[in-house]
C-alpha cells in the first residue's frame, strides 16, 4: 500500500513540474516512468529509518531527486551525508548499477565516518570517503555531486575550507553535463556569508556567485523546501523554526 502511495505522490510531483526548474528536468516519457518508479521504491525501502520517513513531508525528497535528474547507473557524491538521509534514497534511485559515495569531510570524520560506515554496510553500492574537500580523491568521474544543508558550514572561517578550491575540485570531479545540486538555508537580502556562522544561513546569490567563480553554469532553481513565512532573522536551529526555514536549492551544470 505504501509503494503505491508513493507512486501515485511521485507521478504527481514528476508529471506537474510545479517544484521543477523547467520542463527540461522531465526527460521522456519512459525517462519519467522510470524515474518515478525508482524514486517510489527509493522512499519505501525499508532500511528507511522511521525517523526518515517523518521528515520528508518537509524535506521533500521526490522533488529532490527528480531535481537533480537522478538516473539509473548514475555515480553520485552525497558530500557530508551525516546520518545519511539523502544517501539512503540515493542508493536505492541509482539502483545495483549506480554508486553513492558517501563523502565525509577530515573535519568530521571523527563523529561522522561511522554513520557512512554504516551506510556501506547497508547498502552494497555505498561507500565512504573521508578527505579534504579540496582534494576529495573521486575514484571515478561523477554524474551529480549533492550537498544537503552543508555549504554554508564550509563557508564558516573555523571549519578551515578553501571554498574556490572545493568548487573547483568540484568542478573536475563531475563529468561533461554533470550536475553540481546544492541546498541551503536562505539567508537575508543582503546577508551575502556573514551569517554563516551564526545563523547558519547564507544568501543565495552569494553561493551562486562562488559557485559560478568555479566554471559552472547556473541550470536552475526549485522552490520545493521555500518558506515565505521565514523572515530569515533565527538561527535554524531556533525551535521556532528548525526544520522549517526557508531553503533553496540550486542546480549547476560542468559544460560539455
Known sequence: MYRTLCATALGAVLLSGCAMASGADMGSGAQTAARETAYAAALADSRRPAGDVERDGLRKPAEMMAFARLDAGDRVADVRPEEGYFTRVFATAVGPTGHVYAFVPNQTAARENGFSDALAAAFPNVSRITG????????????????????????????????????????????????????????????????????????????????????????????????PADDHSLSVFDPAIRGRSDQFVYRFRKPG
Not at 552543508?150 to 568542478?171: K, L, Q, S
Not at 536562505?186 to 551575502?192: D, L, S
Request: overall charge negative.
Open 132 to 227: 579534504a574537500l579540496e582534494t576529495p580523491g573521486f575514484p571515478e568521474p561523477l554524474d551529480v555531486v549533492f550537498m544537503g544543508q552543508e555549504y554554508h558550514d564550509f563557508v564558516i572561517p573555523r571549519f578551515g575550507v578553501d571554498v574556490a578550491r572545493m568548487n573547483a575540485a568540484v568542478f573536475a570531479a563531475l563529468k561533461p553535463g554533470g550536475l553540481y545540486v546544492i541546498l541551503d538555508h536562505q539567508a537575508a537580502p543582503g546577508a551575502g556569508t556573514s551569517v554563516v556562522g551564526t545563523l547558519h544561513r547564507i544568501e543565495a546569490s552569494a553561493l551562486r556567485a562562488q559557485v559560478e567563480a568555479a566554471g559552472f553554469i547556473f541550470d536552475g532553481e526549485t522552490t520545493a523546501v521555500a518558506n
